[in-house]
Structure formats: C-alpha cells, structure tokens
C-alpha cells in the first residue's frame, strides 16, 4: 500500500484508496529502561472501505493503542498510518486536527456529550466548530434511524445511557466521516441499549458505506461485524471472517492461555 502526506481536504477524501484506515509496521512503546512496555510490536493491518471490523484481544494486548494510533488520539514510536490516502506522519498539529474533526468519528464508552447542550446541540457540535453547515437531509435521514426524533430538545441528563449513546451515534455520523472508530462504545450500556447502538453501528455500514472499526472485549458485540482482528502482546495473532459469538469466545478463551 503506497501513502503520501497530502494536504487534507475532506471535500474528497481518499478517494483513490479502498482503504479506510490501515498501519504499517506499527510500533509504539512506553517508558525506557526496566519500565520500558511495548504496546504495539510492528503491526501492519488494513480496514477496507465499507466494512465493520472489531478489535479484540486480552487485557494488555494494544488494542485501545492500535485504535488511539489509527484515528490520530495518539502518535506512533516508529511505522506509518494512513487514513484513506493520507499519511499521519508528516501532518501537522493542526491538520491533524482538521483530519480528526471533519474525516473521523468517534464513539467512546463515555458519551462525551456536552451537559449544557440538547441532543441535537450535541450532534451538531462538531460541524458547527468546523464552521460547516449540516446536511439537513442526511442528519434528519441519521435521526431517523436512531429513532431520535423526539429527543432533540432533550440534555443528556434527560436521556438513558442507551439514548445518549445513540446521540454519540448520530454526533459521529453526522458529518459524513470517512471511518467511525467505537472505544468500547457498549462497555457502559445495558444488554438492551448494547444491541441496539450495535444495530445502528451496523446499519451505519449496511445502509450508509460506512466503514466502522470498533475496540470490544464482547463475543456478542464482535458478532456484529463483518471481520474481528485479534491481538495478542501487541501483534496481530489471527483475523476471523462472519464471526459468530460462539467462535469468537472459543477463540478469546484460546488467546487468554496462550
């Protein structure tokens, strides 16, 4: 996979590439000396444009690391990324800034929603620091399938867990980002609330192309996705195709004794 720093414009973004994400001969490492941990051992990996990968793997293994690499959160000891056609590498602070914000959406295990702001606020709030004006009929199509349509006017302290993450949902897809990353997005849902911010995050990618990534430690949640990547001691140790959650968990459980 060839990737060149390029200037970032979100206008045609990595419109060359099929894929969405990827690293090559990843590295990062933590600490010198006796404190010195390696969380991620050269690890070279793709995420295909259109498709729902999850990342999974032991406590320890890197997997919250690989996902903080790939989406800009965090910078490489040594290796590449790329986000479609564009290399990380080379960016400067502010585009990186500019990348993250109008080419990456995010939904963490912490909604992150702004308190003071109402749903629809809170969805918005990424354009409207952009200075970008909202595709109305895409964040209304968005809203409608996450059935937020009669909770616009509503602060987070006004929503269940599983609304609030549903408008974490709706904040990332609202602005049409090339790759959605999910850090344990169902880590603090209920089982309920769980399957159905999954569903969205699998409709994002059936119904919209989007290309969704997401870290879990959940055989029902990676069930959802169309690849699950595993990772071991900072490697890349197995990757499974139409997962089930019977095979994941027998594969976890595999990977925990190893």
């Given at each position: ?114 308190p003071t702001l109402t749903a629809l606020e809170n969805i918005t709030l ?58 344990e997005p169902t880590g603090n849902l209920d089982s309920r609330s769980s ?64």
């Open positions: 996979m060839t990737a060149h720093a390029v200037d970032v414009d979100p206008a045609e973004p990595g419109a060359t590439s099929t894929v969405a994400a990827g690293a090559i001969e990843l590295t990062k490492v933590y600490g010198t000396g006796d404190t010195r941990v390696t969380a991620l051992d050269a690890v070279s990996v793709d995420f295909a444009r259109g498709e729902f990968t999850a990342i999974m793997g032991p406590s320890g293994s890197g997997k919250s690391t690989l996902m903080h690499c790939l989406a800009g959160l965090d910078e490489a000891s040594s290796g590449r990324v790329v986000i479609g056609d564009t290399e990380l590498t080379d960016l400067s602070d502010k585009q990186m800034t500019t990348l993250r914000r109008d080419r990456i959406g995010f939904v963490f295990q912490a909604f992150n929603l702004v990424p354009l409207d620091i952009a200075g970008r004006a909202p595709d109305d009929e895409w964040v209304a199509t968005v809203l409608k399938r996450l059935g937020l349509e009669d909770r616009l006017g509503h602060r987070p302290s006004e929503l269940s867990g599983g609304q609030q993450q549903r408008v974490a949902c709706a904040r990332a897809l609202a602005g049409k980002p090339q790759i959605i990353f999910g850090d399957g159905e911010v999954l569903s969205i995050l699998r409709a994002a990618v059936d119904e919209f192309g989007q290309t969704v990534v997401i870290v879990t430690h959940e055989p029902t949640a990676a069930a959802y996705a169309d690849r699950v990547v595993f990772l071991a001691d900072g490697r890349i140790v197995d990757e499974m195709r139409d997962p089930t959650a019977d095979s994941v968990l027998d594969r976890m459980k595999a990977l925990e004794v190893r």
